[in-house]
């Protein structure tokens, strides 16, 4: 399998404390990966080296063949990586529809898009994101007057109106109803068969639901990696999430 991202070596380090202390991944095209890790283990911050939101201190970050280890964070996001945060981005006072206008490419700034008149292209474009993440009924409405859950899939859909190749999802299903995450789950499999996909999630119903291959980072390292079954029979993945209610591994 050629990878389409790969990290060697990832160290990250916020005033000498190493968040990631030598991080290796590959993500394959169109491949799903999981990772789970206690609280402060470096999921967030490994997404947030990939992106160039926090700065690698060693080691180098491949996509497509090309090193991009640090690259202005707008250039990773033309090169087609889309990031969701652990908090929705997205504007509350706009409509669904605008807020997914806003995120087409070719779209500069709020005003410009909102009032040019809509190709044909995007209005297609935004019409298949608002099926995608099922909110067709509530193009119309504010994001205000969403749900949580609701939110999170306005702001997939603001990464998926970019037409990424390669999607990094932090925490999706926060804040989110069972159902809502089971409905989440569904996108996120719909989604992996087209893009490749990196899901940060505690959720281990959804982790179950979703997952093909689990990494498991603790202390800004790889501790495990394997399928879901793998994962939970690894006696130093149990030790790790012992005694910790949030995640339990075991269920
Ligand atoms: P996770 O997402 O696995 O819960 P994070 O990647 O957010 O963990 O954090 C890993 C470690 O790095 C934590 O100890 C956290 O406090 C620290 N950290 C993360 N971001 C910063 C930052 N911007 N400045 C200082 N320390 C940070
Ligand atoms: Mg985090």
Redesign the pocket.
């Known amino acids: 399998m050629t990878s389409l991202l790969s990290v060697q070596n990832l160290q990250v380090e ?2 000498g ?1 190493k ?1 990631l202390n030598g991080v290796n991944l590959d993500i394959g095209d169109r491949e799903l990966v999981t990772i789970i ?10 997404l ?1 080296a990939i992106v160039s939101k ?1 700065p690698v201190a060693n080691g180098q970050i491949n996509y497509q063949g090309k090193e991009i280890t640090n690259l202005p964070p707008y250039q990773i996001a033309r090169l087609g990586i889309g990031r969701k945060f652990q908090n929705p981005n997205v504007y509350d006072e706009l409509t669904v529809f605008e807020n997914l206008l806003l995120a087409l490419k070719g779209s500069n700034g709020v005003f410009a898009s909102i009032f040019s008149r809509l190709t044909k292209w995007k209005r297609q474009k935004i019409t298949t994101v608002l099926e995608q993440i099922g909110l067709t009924e509530s193009a119309g409405t504010k994001v205000a007057a969403l749900s949580h859950g609701q939110k999170q899939w306005v702001e997939i859909g603001m990464i998926l109106a970019q037409d990424p190749k390669l999607i990094l999802l ?1 925490e999706p299903t926060a804040g989110m109803t069972p159902e809502e995450t089971h409905a989440t789950g569904e996108l996120i499999q719909l989604l992996s068969e087209v893009h490749a996909v990196v899901v ?1 999630e505690h959720d281990m119903e959804l982790v179950k639901q979703i997952a093909k291959r689990v990494i498991v ?1 603790h202390q ?1 390292q790889t501790l495990a990696e394997g399928s879901v079954q793998d994962i939970q029979n690894n006696e130093q993945v149990l030790e790790v999430y012992l005694g910790r209610e949030q995640i339990d591994v075991t269920a």
Do not use: E, H, Q, R
């Open positions: 916020f005033y404390f968040a890790g206690p609280n402060g283990a470096g999921k967030s911050t490994l947030d926090s932090d940060i980072l800004g």
